[in-house]
């Protein structure tokens, strides 16, 4: 991390922030004592990035910016109130942490008390990575059961089935239509019409 050879200079930090229109009161507490927090540590405050979540949508323009002046080194530490602040997931905190440690950035969690700092930082990495391989695990296993769930149920699982005329596509293949020219006619992919083609062809000779 670039903030270990910094006993010479000042640290400059990066304040992300994250809120949604309804939310500025807290919002505005939540800014002021991220400024706090860096006045306190005596760090030089690069930007303050804000993102401000619109209803239904999901806007992090600030993020990646701050993401992109990270890569350029324009700063030492990435400041936040909270880990969920700053991601959505524990995967994607591994993302985001991974690019800020590879680019010799740190970050700082305030309410958490979470940080890549000096010694901490080897520690707090392994720490998320090991809960983002939890987080991975517990997923598939959800996954998992819910399909097991629905497939004792009787219901398909999986994507729909595309909708096939066959007896036009064999009556297109008895003409000597080629796959390609049936599969631009109808939108449908060659290898879904192969199939059907195949399934029709194995069910005559079951019944013969």
Partial sequence: MRIKNSAHRTVRTALYAR???????????????????????RWEIYREFIDIKEPGGR???????????????????????????????VREVVCLVGALRADGVAFLSVEDGINTLGGEAATTWTAIV?????????????????????????????????????????????????????????GLAIATLHRAVSGARQTKVRKA
């Fill in 130 to 186: 090991a809960c983002a391989r939890m987080e991975g695990s517990l997923l598939r296993e959800r996954a998992q059961r819910a399909t097991e769930t629905a497939r004792r149920e009787g219901t398909r699982v999986g994507r729909p089935s595309a909708e096939v005329d066959l007896a036009m596509v064999l009556e297109k293949r008895a003409q000597g239509t080629p796959f390609r020219q049936i599969a631009r006619e109808t």
């Fill in 59 to 89: 806007d992090l323009t600030a993020r990646r910016e701050l993401m992109s002046a990270a890569a350029r080194g324009h700063f030492d530490v990435v400041c936040f109130s909270r880990l969920d602040r700053f991601a959505t997931s």
């Fill in 19 to 41: 809120c949604s229109r309804a939310d500025a009161a807290s919002f505005g507490r939540e800014l002021e004592a991220l400024q706090v927090e860096a006045r306190l540590r």
